[in-house]
């Protein structure tokens, strides 16, 4: 075995000390299962610009609400916002 350092923030380090005693695992076998499935993939074993997974639409709408894109509002109520989303007949 050949050792790998890194340096870390303290808050860094903690929260991630903290979630692999929470998931059951210790941060070095964390490690070393990253390493596994990046050397696997030849690469990230996940999408580093959308990292949580986020659907193309869902990636879509953030960009638009992000860009003031698609967006209508601001409402003075919910009546209001519902009657503009689904149309005066909605009720």
Not at 10 to 38: H, L, Q, W, Y
């Amino acid at each position: 075995m050949e050792p790998i350092s890194s340096k870390l923030r303290s808050d860094e380090k903690s929260t991630f000390i903290a979630t692999c005693d929470s998931i059951g695992t210790t941060p070095s076998n964390a490690i070393r299962m990253f390493v596994s499935a990046f050397n696997r993939r030849g690469g990230f074993p996940f999408d580093p610009s959308n990292p949580y997974g986020f659907s193309n639409e869902t990636l879509q709408a953030m960009s638009d609400a992000a860009e003031g894109r698609n967006l209508i509002g601001p409402f003075v109520s919910t009546d209001e916002m519902w009657d503009a989303i689904l149309g005066d007949d909605n009720e």
